[in-house]
Structures are given as structure tokens and as C-alpha cells.
């Protein structure tokens, strides 16, 4: 590996933005007294936008509303399809995505704001789904937190997305959600070879806290999904037994996948960061990913981005089948309920 590999990030490079004239570049080692990219300390900007419950229009997502209080993310999984969308911030989608972290601290206000709204009916909303709700930040900024109480409040149904142990902090709201069956949590396992997984996804929760937070939920009646994704052909596809049996074992309620893909400057990304990691496979690993997606990297198509295509994609979908029906069948998430949502301005109801 090479000496400058920045430990404790995915991404390796900044990757130039597309809606930018001009840029910066180091033309040679000699040219600046210092690396442009030295591994500096991730930054807070604080954002007030008008409005934070998103409508998502994608057939594929399975969610028709979304909320994200942060954009980019510290985790810094370098597969991320959310990492093009800090380049209309004007910056990269390389490292600038996990080290500078914008923050939209009235996010609280605007939900409760949205949920007074006289035609909403209180359809299910989800936290996350571009950047994940409980990434380090929320351990000083609590936004997510406070959503949920936010929620809570007036009976509004809530989808959590994440890959992070910090979920459990707030294990007696979600308690109290779930007395009303308003809360689901869906968690995102890789891969549970932890060398792997510091290295592609380098400061989410290990994977064995993740188990335990499948357990805890469970324990706890909260209906969990896992997601096995994103799947890497040749390089975590062979774990989708192993990580279905695991989480079945700890009571997960349902389990899901997706295929990677690598759209934009997400493919650089994750080039790179294969061939510093991996270099004895990379070629394997890319030449699968393309055979999942018709003989490219990306893929923005409707209905097969998430499974891909092919026989490398059939081979996955039917390793996963088979893992599904042994270890969880018959198992499924239950709905959730709207008929608790309460429109009133301003009403209080209990929270604890």
C-alpha cells in the first residue's frame, strides 16, 4: 500500500467536479510546500434550508418520502452513490464527501413544520436515504434524535436507514414509536470481515455491532430489515450466506440486497481505492461489477440498477434466494401505521 494512503478514509483522491471551471492541482511533489490532500479533520458547515422532507420520485427505493439532515458523510464508504451529490455544493465526491459535513440544523423545526401542513395525510417518511442519519455527527448535533420525538409527537410513521450502532442511543423512543407500530429500521451489513470492512467502509460501526443492534431491536419487538448491500461481485458475494444466517439468528425480521454500481466519478473512486487495496483482483472485481450492469461501471436504469443483470447478477440473486429461504422463511416486515398520525397544530401528545 502505498505511504500516502490516508487511513480512516475511504476515498483516496479528490475527484474533479464537473460543474466547476476551474480547479485546483498539484502540477508536481515540488510545487507546494503542502499535500493538497492531507488528511485534515472533518468539517462542520451549518446549513438553514427551507424545507427537509424531500419527495422521492424513484420506482426502486421503495420510499415515497425522505428526510437527511446532514449531506456527505463521515462514514466514508467509497462505493456511496450519494458522494455526486456533494458536487452540486461545489465540491468533490472524493474526499471533500466525508470530510466536509454540511449540517442543516433547523431540520427539526421544518419536519414538524411539514407534518402541520392541511393536506398531509401522514405517509411514511425515511430517514436517510443519501446520507446516513446517524453518522458521527449526530453523536454532537442530535438532529436525528430530535426528529424522532418530533415524530413521536404527532404520530407520524418513520423509516430509519443506517449502518451505524449510534441507532441504539435512542432505544426508548423507538420503543415508544413502535408501541403505535410507527418505526422501522433497516441496517446495512457489507461484510463481516472486519479488515474489509475498515477499509471500504472505514469509520461506520464494526459489523458485530451491527448484529448487536439487529438483536437489540429485535429483542425489542422493532421490526429490522437488513440490507446486504451493497453486494460487491468477487469481492463480498461469497459472504451472502454467512451474513443472512447471521442475522436471522439474531431475529432480523427481513433481509434485502442491492448490487453495486458505480455512477459518476464513484467508479475513479472506487478504482482507486481497489487497486491501492487489492491490486491482485481489481481487474476480477471490475470485470464482474461491469458484467452486472451491461458491460459498464454505472447504471441509472430503472428496475435494474439496484439487482444489475447477466449471469454474475443471477448467480447473486439466486445465492441470495437460497440464503433468504433457509435461514429466514416466512419471516416479513409488518406495515406501518398511519391511522395514529394526528394533523393538529400544535397539539402535545406524550412522549414518554
Not at 28 to 38: A, F, K, N, R, T
Not at 155 to 161: D, F, N, R, S, W
Request: overall charge positive.
Amino acid at each position: 500500500m502505498e505511504e500516502d494512503y490516508f487511513k480512516g478514509r475511504g476515498a483516496q483522491i479528490n475527484t474533479p467536479n464537473p460543474h466547476l471551471k476551474q480547479r485546483i492541482v498539484t502540477e508536481h511533489s515540488e510545487g507546494l510546500d503542502e499535500p493538497l490532500l492531507q488528511n485534515e479533520l472533518t468539517q462542520y458547515i451549518r446549513e438553514h434550508p427551507k424545507k427537509v422532507v424531500n419527495k422521492v420520485n424513484s420506482p426502486d427505493v421503495g420510499m415515497a418520502w425522505s428526510v437527511n439532515a446532514y449531506q456527505g458523510c463521515e462514514h466514508g464508504c467509497v462505493y456511496c452513490y450519494a458522494r455526486t451529490t456533494h458536487q452540486y455544493w461545489g465540491w468533490s465526491a472524493g474526499l471533500d464527501f466525508e470530510r466536509k459535513i454540511i449540517v442543516k440544523e433547523n431540520a427539526p423545526q421544518l419536519l414538524e413544520k411539514h407534518l402541520q401542513k392541511p393536506g398531509w395525510k401522514g405517509e411514511t417518511i425515511v430517514f436517510s436515504g443519501n446520507t446516513d442519519c446517524y453518522q458521527p455527527a449526530e453523536k454532537r448535533f442530535r438532529l436525528t434524535r430530535k426528529m424522532l420525538e418530533v415524530c413521536l409527537k404527532y404520530g407520524q410513521p418513520v423509516g430509519i436507514i443506517t449502518k451505524n450502532s449510534l441507532v441504539l442511543r435512542d432505544l426508548e423512543v423507538l420503543m415508544e414509536l413502535n408501541k403505535r407500530n410507527l418505526v422501522a429500521v433497516h441496517l446495512s451489513i457489507t461484510s463481516l470481515k472486519e479488515d474489509l470492512r475498515r477499509k471500504l467502509e472505514p469509520r461506520t460501526a464494526t459489523a458485530s455491532k451491527r448484529l448487536k443492534v439487529v438483536e437489540t431491536l429485535a429483542a425489542n419487538n422493532i421490526p429490522v430489515n437488513v440490507m446486504v448491500a451493497p453486494i460487491i461481485p468477487g469481492l463480498t458475494s461469497q459472504e451472502v450466506p454467512q451474513i443472512v444466517k447471521a442475522v436471522a439468528l439474531r431475529g432480523a425480521s427481513s433481509v434485502n440486497y442491492t448490487i453495486v454500481r458505480l455512477n459518476g466519478h464513484i467508479a475513479e473512486l472506487f478504482e482507486d481505492w481497489l487497486r491501492k487495496n487489492y491490486p491482485d483482483r481489481a481487474d476480477k472485481v471490475l470485470n464482474q461489477i461491469r458484467a452486472c450492469h451491461g458491460g459498464q461501471l454505472k447504471d441509472s436504469r430503472f428496475a435494474t440498477r439496484m439487482r444489475g443483470e447477466g449471469k454474475v447478477a443471477d448467480s447473486i440473486r439466486q445465492l441470495f434466494q437460497l440464503s433468504k429461504r433457509r435461514y429466514l422463511n416466512g419471516r416479513q416486515m409488518r406495515p406501518l401505521e398511519s391511522s395514529h398520525f394526528c394533523p393538529a397544530r400544535g397539539k402535545q401528545l406524550p412522549l414518554f
